[in-house]
């Protein structure tokens, strides 16, 4: 049984879809290029209230920068953001040096492990 004070996580967001529709486009960034099951119902607030200005549709890239606090003077790891301490991706991404050091390093691992 469901505490009726904090509704139950999947009914509301299937409550989003119902009543809100299938997100098709990211209101942050505007892509809408990206497959159907790429989009999300956010929840504003945290408290996910049926209202549906408590709702906004993101892709999922923009979703976890949301729910994560992503701030563009820090890494998701807290390193901080300078041009020197810096890399930039092909696509437009960007990644701090340690965060990329240690992605390479464990993609090398786990590709270590793959060839024994």
């Excluded at 049926?50 to 820090?74: M, N, Q």
């Excluded at 991706?89 to 464990?106: I, Q, T, V, W």
Aim: with cysteine; net charge positive; aromatic share 12%.
């Amino acid at each position: 049984m469901r505490n009726r004070d904090r509704p139950d996580y999947a009914a509301v967001h299937q409550w989003a879809r119902k009543f809100l529709g299938t997100p098709m486009r990211c209101e942050e960034c505007g892509d809408g290029t990206l497959r159907r099951r790429q989009y999300h119902w956010a929840n504003l607030s945290g408290t996910y209230l049926r209202i549906p200005s408590d709702w906004k549709r993101l892709c999922v890239k923009c979703h976890f920068k949301i729910d994560k606090g992503f701030s563009e003077d820090a890494c998701l790891y807290g390193h901080e953001r300078t041009t020197e301490n810096t890399y930039v991706k092909s696509n437009g991404d960007k990644e701090c040096h340690p965060c990329r050091k240690r992605h390479n390093l464990e993609y090398y691992y786990r590709k270590k492990e793959k060839i024994k």
